[in-house]
């Protein structure tokens, strides 16, 4: 529900937006010579037509060479998103650490308009997502390190988890801000008219689709609260203490009490791999998911190629500022993840999966002692 949320609060800006307001600086002296005359022949007109008319009218009033260093900037603009994708997380990283922080992820998902792509419609075992990426990959003890200094101290956790939420979501908010002056300040040539809404769009694009990611993650599993964990292994908790409280009012506290934990601090918990339809469904939503990854990648191509009205300054930032964002999550996302390993090699144990048969009748537990 919170990300949705936040998906619409992002979407906002790109329902309100205008195709045009000011130029970026290397246009400013056009405002009282050329671009007056060319409103002035444009009066007249639609919105969808007087906009190519304009654009064509100033454009004539170019020299070549300043034509050509606007299609060269393009050609720059138009790497962004596979620049993005070199840097950036992937979809199913980020859905991984939306089973643990959910709060976090949308941060992170909100913070970067690309993916690391991924070969596509590849065959995945789904009951091996958890342990394959989160297992150590060893049987040695895990030597102290940078998660051992950070776990010798409760504050550093609690400092180092309030700067991950700051970092994310001020590489939202990046995003966001670029994005929305993008679409203000230059001009889309192969859509005019909805110049002002294509950035963000492209950019709400990759929301969705880690949305989906998401919907994967949490309908490929199911999760046992700790608590439950803990009293099948007959240990008490303050959990099991107050198992007698409301479902809901357990599943907020316990949402909100472990949110903010980081993944080097987490607890063995059990995930439940559906088989049968679910099976089915994950992988026709993973490949629904790959398909729109790509065409998310060309459509982001073809926006950011397709950008004029600015100069190769302004096109770096432009850039810079979405790499930024996508390292700054990648960041986040690689220590989470790193830390669940840590976590696991700390504890003694692996992933418990457990399988549900297609008939629901039988289950097969797979489980590694405690070393």
Known sequence: MLFVLLGV?????????????????????WEEKTWTN???????????????????CILDSLPEDFKAMLGSIGVFLGFTPTLISLMGPSVMD????????????????CGTAGFFFERPFKLVNTETIFYDTLNSGDNKKHEPGFFSWILSSPLKCRIISITQYILAAAAAANVIHNSYQVGLQAVITFSCHTSGRL??????????????????MHSSFKIT??????????????????????K?????????????LLGCQREIQRYRARNGPW??????????????????????????SSVIFVRIEDAAGIVCRYLISALVVRCIVAIEINGLKYANARNGWD???????VKGQERSETELLQR
């Open 9 to 29: 609060v992002t979407l906002l800006p790109a329902a309100l937006a205008k195709d045009f307001t000011k130029w970026y600086p290397i246009f400013d002296h």
């Open 351 to 357: 992933e418990l999966i457990l399988r549900d048969s």
């Open 248 to 260: 809901t009012s357990k599943r907020l506290i316990r949402w909100l009490s472990k949110e903010p």
């Open 279 to 304: 099976a089915t469904w994950s992988v026709l939503l993973r490949w629904s998911m790959d398909i729109l990854v790509m065409a998310q990648f060309a459509m982001g191509t073809l926006v950011m």
């Open 38 to 56: 060319c409103v002035n022949n444009a009066t007249n007109l639609s919105s969808e037509s007087s906009c190519g008319l304009i654009t064509n």
């Open 199 to 216: 950035p963000l769009e492209w950019y709400s694009f990759s929301i969705a689709i880690h949305f989906l990611g998401m919907l994967f």
């Open 225 to 246: 609260p700790q608590s439950q964990l803990e009293n099948d292994r007959g240990l008490t908790s303050l959990a099991a203490t107050s198992a007698q409280a409301p």
């Open 94 to 109: 980020i859905a991984l650490l939306s089973i643990k922080r959910p709060l976090l992820s949308t941060f992170c998902a």
